[in-house]
């Protein structure tokens, strides 16, 4: 059975990329039927593919999803808020149409796990959780002077899911805990430049492809 793989791509994109993938596989029907305002495209030729929007539709807008309405929805100008946070590191910032509006890049230790013969495992596990919350309040902070100057929209977490989740539950982002989430994206290091393709990616359209069977046998 073939492995899928998935894409990301922009609202502006998403037109170009269905023309090519018609051209491609022999043309396309499509099943509205997922949930989350998702597309299932059935191709001639056995491909699939399933087009996820970058948040569902609100609960009054939702309606038959289509293409219109996924471009639309990668498209829609949102504030987000990404939080990407690694054992070391952290990078926080807000994006809008793709680019950083603000961010802060920094990094805190925090030691890997001990190897048999090293510090007694008590010892070592309060160290190691005393750098890690010392991590997670650094993020946080960081994270709330940066959003505080813009309106928020939507939320993207990044890196490690634990220490991410930890950071939008500190007490300085009380106010963006509920707000709408993007899907989790696995990241390095968090960088300044994966916390600019963080940005340039946070509203784009998720499409998992399945190629046909004899593809994958080829």
Same mark, same amino acid.
């Given at each position: 059975? @073939?492995?899928? /793989? #998935?894409?990301?791509?922009?609202? %502006?994109r998403l037109a170009g990329w269905l023309e090519r993938f018609a051209q491609r596989n022999g043309g396309y029907t499509i099943d509205a039927g997922s949930p989350g305002g998702a597309l299932t495209l059935n191709a001639s030729n056995g491909?699939?593919?399933?087009?996820?929007?970058?948040? $569902? $539709?609100?609960? %009054?807008a939702a309606g038959a999803p289509s293409v219109e309405a996924l471009t639309a929805?990668? *498209?829609? $100008? /949102?504030?987000? @808020?990404?939080?990407?946070?690694? /054992? *070391? *590191?952290?990078?926080?910032?807000v994006a809008r149409n793709g680019r950083l509006l603000a961010s802060k890049t920094g990094t805190r230790y925090v030691q890997s796990r001990t190897a048999a013969g090293g510090w007694s495992q008590q010892r070592f596990a309060r160290r190691r959780a005393n750098q890690a919350s010392s991590l997670v309040q650094a993020a946080a902070e960081h994270a709330s002077a940066v959003f505080s100057a813009h309106p928020i929209d939507c939320v993207q977490l990044?890196? =490690?899911r634990t220490l991410a989740l930890e950071v939008l539950a500190h007490p300085a982002l009380t106010q963006y805990a509920h707000l709408p989430r993007l899907p989790f994206t696995a990241?390095? =290091? $968090?960088?300044?430049?994966?916390? %600019?393709?963080? @940005? @340039? %990616?946070?509203?784009?359209?998720?499409? #998992?492809? #399945? =190629?046909p069977p004899e593809a994958a046998a080829g």
């Amino acid at each position: 059975m @073939a492995e899928p /793989r #998935t894409v990301l791509v922009s609202g %502006e994109r998403l037109a170009g990329w269905l023309e090519r993938f018609a051209q491609r596989n022999g043309g396309y029907t499509i099943d509205a039927g997922s949930p989350g305002g998702a597309l299932t495209l059935n191709a001639s030729n056995g491909c699939r593919a399933v087009l996820v929007p970058p948040l $569902p $539709p609100a609960q %009054e807008a939702a309606g038959a999803p289509s293409v219109e309405a996924l471009t639309a929805a990668a *498209g829609e $100008p /949102r504030a987000v @808020a990404l939080i990407l946070v690694r /054992r *070391g *590191g952290y990078s926080v910032g807000v994006a809008r149409n793709g680019r950083l509006l603000a961010s802060k890049t920094g990094t805190r230790y925090v030691q890997s796990r001990t190897a048999a013969g090293g510090w007694s495992q008590q010892r070592f596990a309060r160290r190691r959780a005393n750098q890690a919350s010392s991590l997670v309040q650094a993020a946080a902070e960081h994270a709330s002077a940066v959003f505080s100057a813009h309106p928020i929209d939507c939320v993207q977490l990044g890196g =490690d899911r634990t220490l991410a989740l930890e950071v939008l539950a500190h007490p300085a982002l009380t106010q963006y805990a509920h707000l709408p989430r993007l899907p989790f994206t696995a990241v390095p =290091d $968090p960088r300044l430049a994966v916390l %600019e393709r963080a @940005a @340039a %990616e946070a509203m784009s359209v998720r499409i #998992t492809i #399945t =190629d046909p069977p004899e593809a994958a046998a080829g």
